[in-house]
Nanobody
Framework: QVQLVESGGGLVQPGGSLRLSCAASGSLFSISTMGWYRQAPGKQRELVAA???????NYVDSVKGRFTISRDNTKSTVYLQMNSLKPEDTAVYYC?????????????WGQGTQVTVSS
């Protein structure tokens, strides 16, 4: 069984920075794609950034140049460094583990951490 525990959210002023962390239990971390999603009130959950087991990364256009995703397989932890934060980045941020094996795909979610960007 996989458990994902996020930390690092909070209240920050526009232009500020936060670093989110997500620690995973179990043995799937190093062979899985890890992603950060966010959901703002009244909006659909969207993929913010993802990093696969080989280190390939993709970002949603709105965060390119501001956010950086990274992973540490020795700690089974994925990070999201968020710089130059904007009010529109306000959302609940969720960590996701995506494991593909054969024809199957398994997704696991963390409980979410609130990020609020406001003056």
């Amino acid at each position: 069984q996989v458990q994902l525990v996020e930390s690092g959210g909070g209240l920050v002023q526009p232009g500020g920075s936060l670093r989110l962390s997500c620690a995973a239990s179990g043995s799937l971390f190093s062979i899985s794609t890890m992603g950060w999603y966010r959901q703002a009130p009244g909006k659909q959950r969207e993929l913010v950034a993802a990093i696969d087991s080989g280190g390939s990364i993709n970002y949603v256009d709105s965060v390119k140049g501001r956010f950086t995703i990274s992973r540490d397989n020795t700690k089974s932890t994925v990070y999201l460094q968020m710089n130059s934060l904007k009010p529109e980045d306000t959302a609940v941020y969720y960590c996701n583990l995506d494991w593909k094996v054969g024809s199957g795909q398994y997704k696991y979610w963390g409980q979410g951490t609130q990020v609020t960007v406001s003056s």
